[in-house]
């Protein structure tokens, strides 16, 4: 089966500047999730969808991040504006349901460079 | 909430070496344990996982046994190869119920030397 699907891999913008990341799950997992990966730390929630509805977003900041997830599909994570301490790799990740035991698949990343 | 330390790196081996990544952890009950690898320009794959205490869990040579005495679950493999390079990353659900999206530790990067 196909993995997870994440575009663009890589992204350089100028603080202020706005950007958009998508991500495609696997066919038929309902639970989705947006991690922020700083450079030599391990990955941090953003934010966790369950189907289209948003399961927790506690961690994302929110007066400029912004995510949604309107089918149950995909999804898309916007960053509007943009500052230096963005600079990371944002993870896509799905599981099947919502439990502790569950495997979550993550995409390959995008790679975001604030100028 | 649920948390884990594991050991700073890089740990650097010679080929067929034995390894050894340190993880602790700090929970509410007993939640599932689990260790990803990151391959260079990669995203995170699951290596192993244990879903109760003493459980082993073990893939590719790879093996970490779940000790509620010392809230560990430490990385091993008797004989590390050159394609091990990578970094690894211990993690466990934020909460026992509720959320279960992971909270890692800050990742070892294992460099082997052929």
């Known amino acids: 089966e196909a993995g997870v699907a994440q575009s663009p891999r890589y992204k350089i913008i100028e603080k202020r500047q706005s950007v958009a990341f998508w991500c495609n799950p696997i066919s038929g997992h309902a639970t989705l999730y947006w991690y922020q990966q700083i450079l030599g730390q391990g990955p941090k929630l953003l934010i966790q969808?369950?189907?289209?509805?948003?399961?927790?977003d506690s961690q994302l900041p929110k007066d400029r991040f912004s995510a949604e997830r309107l089918k149950g599909v995909d999804s898309t994570l916007k960053i509007q504006p943009a500052k230096l301490e963005d600079s990371a790799v944002y993870l896509c990740?799905?599981?099947?349901?919502?439990?502790?035991?569950?495997?979550?698949?993550f995409g390959p990343g995008t790679r975001l460079t604030v100028l | 909430g649920n948390s884990v330390t594991q050991m700073e790196g890089p740990v650097t081996l010679s080929e067929e070496a034995f390894l050894t990544i340190n993880c602790t952890y700090t929970a509410t009950g007993y939640p599932s344990l689990f260790w990803y690898v990151q391959y260079p320009g990669e995203g995170l794959q699951l290596l192993l996982k244990a879903t109760k205490a003493d459980d082993k869990g073990s893939n590719k040579g790879f093996e970490a046994t779940y000790r509620k005495e010392t809230t560990s679950f430490h990385l091993e493999k008797g004989s590390v190869q050159v394609s091990d390079s990578a970094v690894y990353f211990c993690a466990l659900p934020i909460r026992v119920t509720g959320r279960r999206a992971l909270t890692f530790g800050s990742g070892t990067r294992l460099q082997v030397q052929p």
């Open positions: 969808f369950q189907n289209n509805g948003v399961v927790d």
């Open positions: 990740a799905s599981s099947p349901r919502d439990l502790s035991t569950d495997t979550q698949y």
